[in-house]
């Protein structure tokens, strides 16, 4: 085992812990959206609420050596929108990135991901133009509902207090949780390919430089990606750590990025049915008869996985509940994708050693550049009881497979991801990997789940090798929709003391 120097005790006093912890633990959660009205206001709402956000600092061990987790967490993100309503002149806002200045609901950054038709901006229920700008977000987890309910309504009286001048927005409290069987809407097990933040944790094996998820860090490429600074006359208490950037030498400016981080913020609607009854469509025998077993294993190939989390590329033919949380796996041997075909979901996302047309240690290399920390919880009720999925299907769980219909219910993913590169990070990889049907050498081959459908081009296929023949879909329908969205910055906790006493 390979230890790694753990950063301070006071410097994981200072980011927040959504950064650093997924609170595996704590099933439920909650995302209150938040429009502030003025800047005085906003920083009163700040200095309240403030005391109860959560950090990385290390959890208290009981008396048995056992970690003594909390029971709920507190984290706050804001966007460009919002910190101007906290009253951040332009000179400091335009220090921070241009696609977080731009935000997730212009055109440029539209093109970009593929938010086009129903994905659309102009659609969402909350971070598109045709609603109240969106500001903030509070984000809690709690270990179950009683707890939940009651940390937001201490959240809220923060916002509804003397003075607080920030409201919630319409649609403004949603929440998710995280299933008893850990597994998404379609039926796939989740969560399981994350990577170590390299200077938190001690790992086994390889882990991720500090800095592609929290700002003021090294980086894959051992340099410090820019963060956003203001002018020393800002800050007369000090709050700030002075910028360290050689290019400010002798500059009296403050690094009000540092131990900070960007988020990425997408309401992902998912259309249950439609996967599974595509599934059936195309795995029709000739005469017309349903193939369930064929339906799954097509869905499987889609996804990179099987419905208990085995990864194909270890597993290629079947499902192995043995193999359900295997991340320490490669391609090189399955570099064809005679296994896990090339354009799997969970292939584009993380190619690993298998990035075409580049040897091995450079995909390793390349792909390590572009990881991002996913934090997701479900939202709806499941359509159906995943563990159908699982094993040598019974015959019920082949008729209950084909019989799966719509009920009308909404369900999906409250997707949330962190990166210090909003562009080389989660960008590269929606518009690069998932959006480019060229991935891998392929033709026309987009993400099978996340892939944009945009009107007009091509229709998007998915490939799977075989031996001696493949198989390649009909078109694919877009099975994920995007119905709401933001970018935003995750401060630090001096860095938000810092907005709520700030005076321009």
Request: proline letters at 7%; charged letters at 20%; one cysteine or more.
């Amino acid at each position: 085992m390979s230890v790694v120097k753990r950063l301070s005790g006071e410097t994981l006093n200072d980011i927040q812990g959504f950064i650093t912890s997924g609170y595996g633990h704590l099933r439920h959660a909650a995302y209150l959206f938040v429009h502030i009205d003025d800047a005085q206001s906003a920083q009163r709402w700040l200095r309240r609420m403030t005391p109860s956000i959560t950090t990385s600092k290390a959890w208290p061990i009981d008396e048995q050596g056992k970690k003594i987790k909390p029971v709920s967490a507190v984290n706050l993100a804001l966007t460009v929108d919002g910190l101007a309503a906290c009253g951040l002149p332009t000179a400091v806002l335009c220090t921070f990135v241009p696609e977080f200045i731009e935000g997730i609901a212009s055109a440029e950054r539209a093109r970009r991901l593929g938010d086009t038709g129903e994905s659309a901006a102009a659609h969402w229920e909350i971070g598109g133009p045709n609603r109240e700008p969106l500001h903030a977000v509070v984000i809690v987890h709690a270990q179950d509902q009683d707890t939940l309910d009651a940390v937001c309504e201490v959240q809220r009286s923060f916002l509804v207090g003397q003075g607080a001048g920030a409201h919630e927005i319409a649609n403004g409290l949603q929440q998710g949780y995280r299933p008893e069987t850990d597994h998404e809407p379609f039926g796939f097990h989740d969560g399981i390919a994350q990577p170590a933040i390299r200077g938190f944790t001690s790992v086994k094996g390889a882990s991720v430089p500090a800095g592609e998820f929290i700002l003021g860090y090294e980086n894959h490429y051992g340099s410090i990606a820019p963060t956003p600074v203001v002018s020393g006359e800002y800050d007369p208490q000090g709050l700030l750590p002075r910028s360290a950037n050689p290019y400010h030498s002798g500059a009296n400016l403050r690094d009000l990025g540092r131990n900070g981080t960007y988020v990425v913020y997408r309401k992902l609607r998912q259309d249950v049915a439609g996967f599974w009854q595509f599934m059936k469509q195309a795995a029709q025998q000739a005469d017309g008869a349903a193939d369930p077993a064929r339906m799954l294993w097509l869905a499987a190939k889609c996804v990179g996985r099987w419905p208990s989390g085995a990864p194909l590329t270890l597993a290629p033919n079947a499902d192995d509940a043995r193999l359900a949380r295997r991340d320490d796996f490669l391609y090189a041997g399955d570099a064809d994708g005679y296994g896990c075909p090339l354009g799997a979901h969970v292939r584009r996302t993380n190619p690993r050693d298998v990035l075409k047309p580049y040897p091995v240690a450079q995909s390793l290399s390349m792909t390590e550049a572009h990881r991002i920390l996913r934090r997701a919880r479900v939202f709806g009720p499941p359509l159906f009881d995943p563990h159908i999925l699982h094993g040598a299907m019974t015959r019920a769980g082949h008729e209950a497979l084909q019989a799966i219909a719509d009920d009308g219910k909404p369900r999906g993913l409250h997707f949330f991801c962190v990166n210090a590169s909003i562009k080389s990070q989660f960008e590269f990889i929606q518009q690069n990997w998932c959006n480019n049907p060229r991935f891998g050498g392929l033709h026309d081959n987009k993400d099978p789940l996340v892939g944009s459908t945009a009107s007009g081009e091509v229709a998007s296929r998915m490939t799977i090798p075989g031996r001696p023949d493949g198989t390649r879909t009909p078109a694919l329908p877009r099975f994920v929709t995007v119905s709401a969205g933001a970018y935003l910055f995750m401060p630090s906790v001096s860095a938000l003391r810092f907005l709520a006493a700030f005076t321009s």
